[in-house]
């Protein structure tokens, strides 16, 4: 979804003129500017700085920038998936001075009637949110799905030396196997064929590192790209899956990482066997500090808090918070 760098939409909505502002697609000299207006986003776990260089050559992917007399105050990127028929909404950043002052809707806007401009199949635009909603949200969006979110964190030469202590064979229901690791034939085959994953995923839904996703081919190609761990319980016939994204640095300190695991799955059992071994894979050859970002089924958040602070003895960052899925119709 490559558009050209001078943007212009037909039909704008009369707020765009006023407000101002200049659009452009993003390119690599906006690195800096970018990460200028990105102080402290996202308490210190922002993405951008790793992923932005790939983000600029994803075909169905534009980052959008901003721009107010020459100065880039905001960015919001747009993905087509689910065979071209979503625009996927992500990484919006506003500028601090520039907060509360309308310009993040002003620049969504300005994304969707650019999308429907030369994408007139798209027919809904996706976004994850960890705020709460409120009643205008709610006459906006419908929510396709919530996961609880977990976060600790944790030196990762503590956290192998109490792994260590708790013995090499995860806690697993007596006639459980051990986790299976997925190719990507296996794959596509669990998340491609018929009901096999239907009652595992959150409606439907593969969510990964905050991207949710239909399970279609289309969508199984993007995800064939990143660096995913893939991970069942039973090939066969799974009861829980999970995606470990691999560890990346993040803004928050000198040899901070991030590692995220979205969670598939309401047995409490096979859920934590699984992140600890996914523990056990991304933190062994780690040294430093790292963010530890799990999403589940909600109910399964306490048990898992209770389980991090009390046997892996890591600390929680705070408490229980929401993942939400939301989605409206573009007109």
Not at 20 to 33: H, I, K, R
Not at 266 to 272: C, G, H
């Amino acid at each position: 979804m490559k558009i050209n760098s001078t943007l212009s939409a037909p039909q704008l909505p009369e707020a765009l003129s006023r407000a101002g502002l200049q659009f452009s697609v993003a390119t690599e000299e906006d690195f800096e500017d970018i990460m200028a207006i990105s102080q402290d986003i996202y308490g210190g776990l922002d993405y951008l700085p790793t992923r932005y260089s790939s983000w600029l050559q994803e075909s169905n992917r534009t980052v959008i920038l901003a721009r107010k007399q020459g100065k880039v105050i905001a960015l919001e990127s747009v993905c087509l998936i689910d065979e071209g028929q979503t625009m996927l909404v992500e990484g919006l950043r506003v500028a601090p001075q520039e907060r509360g002052k309308g310009v993040a809707g002003v620049l969504l806007r300005f994304c969707a009637e650019l999308v429907k401009a030369k994408h007139p199949e798209v027919k809904v635009s996706r976004l994850t949110r960890d705020d709460q909603l409120g009643s205008k949200d709610f006459l906006k969006y419908r929510v396709i799905t919530k996961q609880g979110i977990l976060l600790v964190r944790f030196r990762s030469e503590d956290l192998k030396r109490r792994l260590s202590d708790l013995g090499g064979g995860e806690p697993r229901p007596e006639s459980a196997p051990f986790p299976v690791r997925l190719d990507h034939a296996a794959v596509r085959r669990l998340f491609l064929t018929g009901d096999l994953m239907r009652g595992v995923l959150p409606n439907g839904t593969i969510i990964q590192d905050w991207q949710p996703f239909k399970p279609v081919p289309g969508n199984l190609d993007i995800l064939m790209k990143k660096d995913i761990d893939w991970m069942v319980d039973d090939a066969s016939k799974p009861s829980v899956g999970s995606l470990c994204t691999f560890p990346f640095r993040v803004p928050i300190g000198e040899d901070w990482y991030y590692l995220n695991i979205d969670m598939f799955g309401k047995d409490l059992d096979l859920v934590r066997q699984q992140f600890l071994s996914h523990l056990r894979r991304h933190t062994a050859t780690l040294k430093g500090h790292v963010m530890c970002q799990m999403f589940l089924d909600p109910p399964l958040w306490k048990p898992m808090a209770d389980f991090c602070r009390h046997a892996l003895c890591v600390e929680l960052v705070k408490e229980y918070t929401e993942q939400c899925v939301v989605e409206s119709d573009l007109m």
